[in-house]
């Protein structure tokens, strides 16, 4: 059975996963720096310097065994999973309740100083929210939900991260006045990874979510949107036209992101669970990389599988879990890992390097994947270099110009076994275990 946020917590609990800190922790820097130590696991802060009533979460999204325990499925079905719930066909809108835990407390008035938000650095723009889901409706597509970095401005406004071209970015646009937005906090796995991912226009995050683990949505209480019902906080409000300066802050490639104009937004009401936990995600850490790059695998994955067989993929956090992947393919023909490269690229706009391997490479290792370059590759024969590509916006060393989308070059390996090779002379000798 799929989990509830609370639910995994209490499951990492009893797996011996869960750092619980007792001590009180105050969230302007010092959070950030104990979440860090523990990368890779959750934490639970039960007291939160100055936020009495408040516990904060980190790392619940740190490890692949997390998002399979909470959709129980072994870690390796994951991508099935993911592909499944990608696929439009199976799609039904999540069922609409009216009560809702999230709605259990109405605050009386928006006060967003009253909340844990965390401050990661002394050199970060203010304290920023990280783990906000965003939901917008688009008067075409309809609902949109996303992850949108959201930095502290005052007691009731933010500055948003807001990509361009993106649904959120698309229904501003549209809007001639504010643009309502629901900000939900605390999620669970299934609806943190649906919001993580880039479906079609018009395909509501919140159904892939249900796809992923059924789930109820909450209409609003002062925006006509539905929220996810068991989050553990929501800020209803107005993204606007009026801009703030966003940044400086830590990206997926743990470097600086530079400042820009990013919408504000106003709050008009504050609700929350009773015993409310604030979910927070180290920016460049484990959790924010695996959230990014895991939506990717399923999409390489059915791009790869329209050339040759793929039988795996790997986006490695190496490459900021977005820039790098490994493609493990089940070779049939002499330019099946060609073919695998340019289908990669074509999977994933954003990806920068890929590495293709045999059914014998584990993916997910960088010493066997290294080894596979090292015993199988020749750069001669096996290298595709493709050069003036659409690139990332994260990468620094991309080609970026104000308003254009970044330009790249590309690099792909074949490091699969050469077509016809005697097989026994590539094969990793394996020594007997007892
Ligand atoms: C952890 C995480 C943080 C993200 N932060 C931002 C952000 O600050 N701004 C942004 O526009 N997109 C951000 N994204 C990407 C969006 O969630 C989403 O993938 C993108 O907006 C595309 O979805 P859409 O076209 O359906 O809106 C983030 C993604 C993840 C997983």
Redesign the pocket.
Known sequence: MPLSLRESITQARTAGHLVEVESSTDPHLDMARVIYRHDGRPILFQNVSGYPGWRVLAGIASAREYFAMALGVPAEELIHRLAAALDPSGLNQPQVITEAACQEVVEPDVDLTRLPILRHFPFDGGPYVTAGIVVVDDPDYGP?V????LLRLDERCFAA???EK???DTALRKSTGDLPIAICIGNSLPVLLA?????PMGVN?LAIANALAPIQVVPCKTVPLHVPADCELVLEGRMTHATAPEGPFVDLTETVDFVRPGPVVEIDCVTHRLNPIYQA?LPGKLG?KL??GMPKEPTIYAAVNQVCRCTNVAITPGGASWLHAVVQIDKKGPDDGCAAIEAAFRGHGSLKHVVIVDTDVNPYDPAEVEWAIATRFQADRDLVVLTDQPGSSLDPSGYHEPGQKARSAKLGLDATMPWGAERAAFEKVRYETD
Not at 146 to 149: D, E, L, N, V
Request: proline share 5%.
């Open positions: 949109n996303s992850f949108h970095r991260r807001v990509v993106r649904g959120t919001a993580s991912m880039s479906p995050e995600l924010h959230l990014m």
